[in-house]
């Protein structure tokens, strides 16, 4: 479809930008194809396939074969050429998780998280330890607040996982193994259809093991896809499902400016036989129906039963005194449902609509009890504790959002991109037992946008775009037993957004840049109240930044990316107590917001033959903590893999941080100022067959 025919609509505006990379040469000795022009993207803020340089926003889109051809499995390293985003791996959610880092904000519920079109975690956190990247079609991003079809669930990015359409053909079978003992075995299968019906089944199971001691964690999974497309009419079907058992790391406390020498680089306090666990269950269904006036009518429902099961401890105190440690066992069940009905309409003289409207309900409570205990420093073995039996602490908690939201797009003239959208917000939250008040919220949002198409020519232009988004979202909820608090002050944001988008050298070439300020209030930030994680309201808070990328698209299969981003996060008022006295941070900078970020990346992938690619990824200079006292200083890290292509197989092996930089990267939530680093040097050998 033309870019000029194209919806842009959606308030918030979409999500979407560029990396897919061109298609390879067929063999080895062959004139090189010319560059192929980047083909429209379905984008998860207007559910229309799209163009991410027809868009008014910050966007990019990273394709599954890029992804493949990095050797790439987590979304750590899926984003490591994102502009502006860096993802730190491992964390309080465990070793198979990761925390993004969008405009300078590193908060494990500023973003939100979408796969295949259904919010991942629901109106409760981002589950970004049971998310999989087998079979991968492509991975869409947006930097900023969530477009108005999902509403009060992000600020800072989206993250939207797609994988590859029921009806796909592709077959693989793969294995691979590595450093400290990991390794995995997967496939992609093409399942007998019924009629029309198309399935598709990917599944997988890994074992992935660390350099810290006793830290690692075993993943199987499995997603089965069913669909039925009849001209413009689609249904399908998912089920995924996913088995996680991982073993924590221990975040490494720090003394005064830096991290204690007391405590060796990968010890390990948790007590003998600590276990962070998950099931997860989600089946989801869906329809497409053309409808009056050639208006599309879009339908989605999901179901989502997640039992997680925890048993873990923390150092309270840098000494080998008794009672150093803090641990909790924990069992948290929690059932969330998503549903989405839209309309959208076809353009008419210049002018289209879309509205719908939605719904995120959570049911979870988590019961458990805590324990003191001895942990060694040196972390040379771990202590034996009985587990306990009564759970005599529990946190039940309800959430329901619900949403009903239009966005509309005008285009007066070919080269100028007028929209808006806006949302009604309504929210309620109930924390503890039956019984409990709840607390309920009713609120506008939306957003405007534009863009104008300074020069056109051909394949080649010069774009400028601007965006206004205000949204809102009720404060993050983390199943804690501190028991300290109700339910916080929802975090609200005014963000604006300008830049340009630049294509040249015939489609070859892609550029852009943007600038970014919002205005935050009611941060939820991390405490802690009576050794165990809380959370509290951080007053107000301002994030503004710029942010840089390029894409260059060789012939000869041959792909290079560089990105740039100075971020500065900053507290405007915000009142923290400190060993019970009041402090103003007001002027500090956020706690663990990296001020510039920037990466470089090459790739090269025929069809037949060597195959090669590397990145560098630098992580500017950060505080550890809310008084700016302690300064962590910048770091780079490199990754590189090389391989070999034949008709049926490939053959490749790859290495990530090799300069094994352990740096902390995350704050822990559990106990006072800890940190999780950069894990160790990994190296990795497979083998990918087609069949």
């Given at each position: ?200 089944l990917s599944a997988e199971l890994n074992r992935e093991k660390f350099k810290d ?379 663990m917001s990296a001020k510039q970020l920037w990466s ?92």
């Open positions: 479809m033309a870019t000029n025919h194209r919806l842009r609509a959606c308030l918030l505006a979409p999500a979407l930008l560029l990396t897919v990379p061109t298609r390879p040469v067929t063999a080895q000795g062959q004139a090189p194809k010319p560059v192929v022009p980047i083909p429209p993207i379905e984008v998860v803020a207007t559910r229309l396939p799209e163009a991410p340089h027809d868009v008014p926003a910050s966007i990019e889109v990273i394709s599954g074969d890029n992804l493949r051809v990095r050797g790439i499995t987590s979304l750590k390293d899926a984003l490591g050429l994102a502009a502006g985003v860096a993802v730190a791996p491992g964390g309080d959610a465990g070793p198979a998780s990761g925390i993004p880092e969008f405009w300078g904000l590193r908060e494990f519920d500023a973003f939100l998280l979408v796969v295949d079109g259904i919010p991942w975690g629901g109106a409760l956190n981002p589950s970004v330890a049971t998310l999989s990247l087998r079979d991968v079609e492509r991975i869409e991003i947006l930097r900023g607040p969530a477009p108005v079809t999902y509403g009060a669930t992000s600020f800072v990015g989206v993250i939207h996982v797609v994988h590859r359409a029921a009806a796909a053909r592709a077959k693989y079978l793969s294995a691979s193994g590595g450093s400290f003992g990991s390794g995995s075995v997967a496939g992609d299968l093409v399942l007998p259809g019924s009629g029309s019906w198309n399935s598709r001691a006793r830290t690692s964690y075993t993943s199987g999974h499995a997603l089965w896809r069913m669909a039925k497309v009849e001209g413009d009419r689609r249904t399908w079907l998912t089920a995924d499902v996913t088995m996680l058992r991982q073993d924590p790391a221990s975040p490494h406390p720090r003394e005064g400016a830096s991290l204690t020498s007391a405590v060796p680089l990968d010890a390990n306090a948790n007590p003998d036989g600590a276990y962070l666990n998950e099931d997860r269950f989600v089946i989801a269904a869906g329809l497409d129906r053309p409808i009056r006036e050639d208006a599309i009518w879009g339908t989605t429902v999901s179901a989502t039963r997640s039992a997680q099961r925890q048993f873990r401890g923390f150092l309270v105190d840098i000494s080998n005194g008794a009672n150093n440690a803090a641990g909790y066992k924990e069992k948290i069940d929690i059932t969330d449902i998503y549903a989405d009905s839209h309309i959208l309409w076809p353009s008419k003289s210049g002018w289209r609509f879309m509205t719908g409207a939605d719904a995120l309900f959570a049911n979870g409570e988590a019961t458990g009890a805590t324990f003191s205990y001895t942990a060694p420093l040196t972390g040379s073995s771990a202590t034996k504790v009985p587990e306990p039996t009564t759970l005599d602490k529990d946190a039940p908690n309800r959430r329901l959002f619900l949403g009903a939201y239009g966005s509309t797009e005008w285009r007066p003239t070919t080269r100028v991109t007028l929209s808006g959208g806006i949302r009604a917000n309504a929210t309620s939250e109930r924390r503890g037992e039956d019984g409990a008040p709840s607390v309920s919220h009713t609120r506008l949002s939306g957003s405007l946008g534009a863009m104008y198409g300074l020069w056109e020519h051909g394949d080649n232009h010069v774009r400028l775009f601007a965006n206004y988004r205000n949204t809102f979202k009720p404060a993050a909820f983390d199943f804690s037993l501190a028991e300290n608090e109700g339910v916080l002050n929802p975090e609200t944001s005014a963000s604006y957004e300008g830049g340009f988008k630049v294509r040249t050298m015939a489609g070859k070439l892609d550029l852009e840049a943007s600038a970014f300020h919002m205005n935050f209030n009611n941060l939820v930030t991390a405490t802690v109240v009576n050794n165990l994680p809380a959370l509290i309201n951080s007053g107000k808070t301002r994030f503004k930044g710029i942010e840089v990328a390029a894409d260059l698209r060789l012939a000869n299969a041959v792909v290079a990316r560089a990105s740039y981003s100075a971020h500065d996060g900053k507290f405007v008022d915000f009142v923290q107590l400190f060993d019970g006295v009041p402090t103003q941070l007001g002027g500090k900078r956020v706690e470089a990346g090459l790739s090269f992938s025929p069809e037949k033959g060597l195959i090669a690619s590397g990145n560098v990824n630098y992580m500017g200079d950060r505080y550890l903590n809310m008084r700016n006292t302690a300064l962590a200083q910048g770091f780079a890290t490199f990754d590189a893999g090389i391989g070999y292509r034949t008709a049926l197989a490939e053959f490749r092996i790859d290495g990530r941080n090799l300069g094994d930089r352990r740096d902390p990267v995350s704050e822990s939530e559990f106990g006072d100022a800890q940190y999780y680093r950069m894990t160790a040097r990994t190296v990795r050998a497979g083998v990918v067959m087609k069949y």
